[in-house]
């Protein structure tokens, strides 16, 4: 990994992000249940995985379409609809 300062990262364009901004978000379903807090991200090779903690244990999310709804960094949160067999 390389690390440089936040206020030399280059910008984004709208929707874009760096991985280390989705660290802390606090992760709910659209029902708004809170299952906990993004804790890492894993690259897999096909797709990244979120690693999140919550009162539950550890849960892994998938960075896909279909689970991702809305990532929120001014609320500090990301929004997910959980996919049958899931969690």
């Known amino acids: 990994w390389l ?3 936040v206020e030399e990262a280059l910008p984004l ?5 760096y991985l280390f901004q989705l660290t802390g978000l606090a992760v709910f379903t659209v029902e708004g249940e809170s ?3 993004l804790t890492s991200v894993i690259e ?3 797709n990244r995985v979120f ?3 919550g009162d539950k ?7 896909i379409e279909d689970v991702v709804e809305d990532i929120d960094f001014e609320n500090g ?11």
């Open 3 to 5: 690390q440089i300062p």
């Open 13 to 17: 364009a709208e929707g874009e992000y």
């Open 35 to 37: 299952l906990g807090t």
């Open 44 to 46: 897999t090779g096909a």
């Open 51 to 53: 690693v999140v903690q």
């Open 57 to 63: 244990g550890e849960l892994l999310l998938p960075d």
């Open 77 to 87: 949160r990301l929004t997910v609809k959980l996919l049958l067999g899931l969690i």
